[in-house]
Antibody, heavy 118, light 107 residues
Framework: QVQLVQSGAEVKKPGASVTVSCKAS????????ISWVRQAPGQGLEWMGW????????NYAQKVQGRVTITTDTSTSTAYMELRSLRYDDTAVYYC???????????WGRGTLVTVSS | EIVLTQSPGTLSLSPGERATLSCRAS???????LAWYQQKPGQAPRLLIY???SRAIGIPDRFSGSGSGTDFTLTISRLEPEDFAVYYC????????FGGGTTVENK
């Protein structure tokens, strides 16, 4: 079945970087975009960015532009989201989802909790 | 950036009642790019409606979406116990964004 499997929880110090992975299976990885969405504790959903695994094109939300990089490895059908210069308010559950930029988000990973703490 | 405003923030209803959730956009959104999601505590969001009015696979027909331009509505015709959750609207065009969510709670 179609699924996205994310890497495990992370605890990072302020100023550090974190990379979250998202492995796709059950469909042709290069046929759909992958978006990253985060949710701070008790808050709503915030779109962070998108990548086309087909050609590597990316689009980032203005709020995190310059601190986030989304990449893919088509040989393993895996997407990655790197967030740098972590701040306390980056503490959130980070989701990958299939879709974005013209396509609804029809498949979601289970989420990865990233905690920023000194 | 398109801002989506959902109302009400919280809807207190009983099983069997009708729920009407609103989503207003700061500028016109093509129906093609308007979706609704359901999220339960500790779970990832789940796609309910895409294209403003098309139900996703496996979504029961008590869920329906309507609207156009800047005003969209999600209706749950008769609430089932499993429908109490948070609902988000989303536009997924050039720079996707989500509404702030409506919590449907059991009265």
């Amino acid at each position: 079945q179609v699924q996205l499997v994310q890497s495990g929880a992370e605890v990072k110090k302020p100023g550090a970087s974190v990379t979250v992975s998202c492995k796709a299976s059950g469909y042709t990885f290069t046929s759909y975009g992958i978006s990253w969405v985060r949710q701070a504790p008790g808050q709503g959903l915030e779109w962070m960015g998108w990548i086309s695994p087909h050609n590597g094109n990316t689009n980032y939300a203005q709020k995190v532009q310059g601190r986030v990089t989304i990449t893919t490895d088509t040989s393993t059908s895996t997407a990655y989201m790197e967030l740098r210069s972590l701040r306390y308010d980056d503490t959130a559950v980070y989701y990958c989802a299939r879709g974005g930029l013209g396509w609804y988000f029809d498949v979601w990973g289970r989420g990865t909790l990233v905690t920023v703490s000194s | 950036e398109i801002v989506l405003t959902q109302s009400p923030g919280t809807l207190s209803l009983s099983p069997g009642e009708r729920a009407t959730l609103s989503c207003r956009a700061s500028q016109s959104v093509s129906n093609t790019y308007l979706a609704w999601y359901q999220q339960k505590p500790g779970q990832a969001p789940r796609l309910l409606i895409y294209g403003a009015s098309s139900r996703a696979i496996g979504i029961p027909d008590r869920f329906s979406g309507s609207g156009s331009g800047t005003d969209f509505t999600l209706t749950i015709s008769r609430l089932e116990p499993e429908d109490f959750a948070v609902y988000y609207c989303q536009q997924h065009n050039t720079s996707p964004s989500f509404g702030g969510g409506t919590t449907v709670e059991n009265k």
